[in-house]
């Protein structure tokens, strides 16, 4: 409970640092932001370009460089004669064009003539389908303006055409951090009067719509509301233009094509000396005519000298440069959504937060899951969470990418990869902290119980310890210092507990070599167990191998110690295997880890049987089974121990089944083992003889055990009943 629920404190933790990073509650990121409306661009180039064709119910009139040129001479300045808009409007009328709107900035009277600029008032009053742009420029609107008429006019938008039918659309477009345009403004408040003002695209809408010329949105917390239509809301104040192609998607007319009619002369005409009149052509152009009649005609320049030029989020093909778009189509764009209601809805905050919230947990508990799995190959597990968060972020991405081509949906996917990485970084390091401090802990508890290599082990396969304890099959050792008393006399405290911790560092060290676990240190005594922490099928074979070189180890030293005048050093080992509970037992301040049972007790009996027949190592019989094929072993006897009622064969460890020596003292038991098929059939007399030539011919101490013990029962015959065990009364 306590690890799961630190595992969920992380997560949550977690969640929290990734909601404050892309929630902009406290701050905002901007290079997450920039990324983030690339991304949009990118959305935008997969879904690709959409063919309006007749679709349109915008076309765009275009001041372009054969208009310019086409113009008389005389025409030939900026700003523009207004009798060309004069004349466009007039002949776009006579096409049947519904609304027509004019992207240019008229903010001074024509410089031609007077009479031009009563013309192109004439001629908006006349037909009343006539959008100006307008400006918002606070230091002049504070300024006394006044209009051809020579009334006082304090506020005309930068516009001297204002009065002529007060229908302005303010032309200001907002770009993102990034200087790319994508959200489009519906309406400007103009603080100096106090006004909301609608946008340029708005006020052709309220035209084309046959609405008051004033009408500006109405909104909430999601939508802009606007007639009968509910507008999504990118941010508080625009909404997210849903392009349909880059520069040159909308249906197009040239200038010079609407002007040049019967009255009109233009510079190839002056030139040639000869009428052309396009418009006449243009009137008889079925083709051309439907891309008038009905429709929102804007009037803007594609003169990239004029400058009126935009970043937008939709390129040609990924092109560098290609996405540059000309304002007045930027603003077709806008008024097409409007119209057809082809909004793009950007998801809510509080779904956004749910689906962070969704991911943020796939990726922490799915990457915390597979480091779950054991297995050496760590690189390998970290291989595959970096897959798995590879596909949750592809999979968002492609998401995002589907919810906005097919249900025009757009979903910010930045924030949902920052969640995901942010989700996998934070179960990397609770995972690396949690398999540090399982570490010290490990360390803390096995060091000096096992060698490095199986400390190492342990941490690298911590689900293998069971600390609150575990029944498994385990060969335990106990080994004691023969005659410690008698050997004690007369030295020094120091120099004996030196030379004691000497030889109990000797033995540990070949303990741990074969991979056993030191229980305890009892005096001069030593407990070990091999079969835990690590789970080993070998551990009767290993508890075997290092008792052998133990007694090697032994005899070496003592050679050493005897050459200094001291007394033989030896030792008594006792050996068993069988099911023990084995785990970190002790109070709350101090735990030892350690092994109980039956089976470890009677390990500690044969250590002590071994005075009773002169032997070194003692075996039990299921250690016994384990290891014969690689040791010789000595049958000794069927034993009953004390505080036990079933009797247990016991054996004499003698050395490998490859060592000369070994071999040989084996071979020189055939006697011996003569002797006790004997004694077992109670041969008694024939036994005594036998183990007593045994004895004389090898002075094997154990056959003139059995020959005292054969004359015992020669002079005490047993019952018919005798089984051959014998009882233990010593521990």
Known sequence: MKKSFSSFAVFIFVLIISLILTQDWFFSLSPLKELELKLIDKRFSERGQFDLKDK????????????????????????????????????????????????????????????????????????????????????????????????????????????????????????????????????????????TVPSFGFAVVNKYLSLDKNTVIKSDDQYFYYSNKKIPKYDEHTFLINFYGPNNTFPTIKLIDVIDDKNFVTQDEVDYKTSINNFELLKNDSSLVAKVKDKIILIGSIIPEDRDLLATSISLNDVKGSNIMYGVEFHANAINNILNDDFITRNNKLNEILLIIILSAISFWSTSFVRKVKTKMNSLLEIINVIIIAVLIYGAYRYGIYLF????????????????????????????????????????????????????????????????????????????????????????????????????????????????????????????????????????????????EMQEKVKSISKEWESKGEKKLQIRIGINTGDAIVGNVGGEKHKNYTVMGDEVNLASRLEGANKEYFTQIMIGESTYELIKDKFFVRELDLIRVKGKQKPTSVYELIGFVNDPKAKEKFESLKIYFEALENYKLKNFNVAKELFEKSFNETQDKTSNVYANRCKFLIENPPDENWDGIFNLISK
């Open 56 to 195: 349109s119910l915008v076309t765009i009139c275009t001041i372009d460089q054969e208009s310019f040129n086409q113009l008389p001479e005389e025409f030939r300045k900026y700003p523009l004669n207004r009798k060309i808009f004069s004349k466009a409007i007039e002949n776009l009328n006579k096409l049947g064009a519904k609304v027509i709107g004019i992207d240019v900035l008229m903010s001074t009277f024509d410089q031609f003539s007077k009479q031009n600029d009563e013309e192109l008032i004439s001629t908006i009053k006349k037909f009343g389908n006539v959008v100006l742009a307008g400006k918002i420029n606070e230091q002049l609107e504070s300024n006394n303006l006044y209009s051809f008429f020579g009334s006082k006019l304090n506020y005309n938008f930068e516009n001297v055409y204002y009065d002529a039918d007060s229908t302005i659309g303010i032309v200001r477009v907002v770009s993102d951090i990034d200087n790319v345009y994508r959200r489009y403004l519906p309406a400007v408040k103009v603080t100096s009067i106090n006004k």
């Open 405 to 548: 081509i097919s249900k025009k949906i757009l979903i910010e996917i930045v924030p949902l990869i920052v969640t995901m990485l942010i989700s996998y970084f934070g179960s990397t390091t609770y995972y690396v902290l949690k398999e540090r401090k399982q570490s010290q802990y490990i360390k803390s508890i096995f060091s000096q119980y096992v060698n490095k290599q199986v400390v190492n082990e342990l941490i690298s396969n911590s689900d293998k310890i069971k600390l609150g304890g575990e029944r498994k099959n385990l060969t335990t050792m106990f080994c004691d210092m023969v005659g410690f008393t008698s050997f004690a006399e007369n030295k020094e405290p120091e120099a004996l507990v030196n030379f004691i911790n000497s030889l109990l560092n000797e033995l540990t060290n070949i303990i741990f070599a074969n991979n056993g676990t030191l229980d305890k240190y009892m005096g001069d005594a030593i407990m070990a167990f091999w079969g835990a922490p690590i789970e080993t099928n070998l551990h009767a074979y290993l508890a075997c191998k290092s008792a052998i």
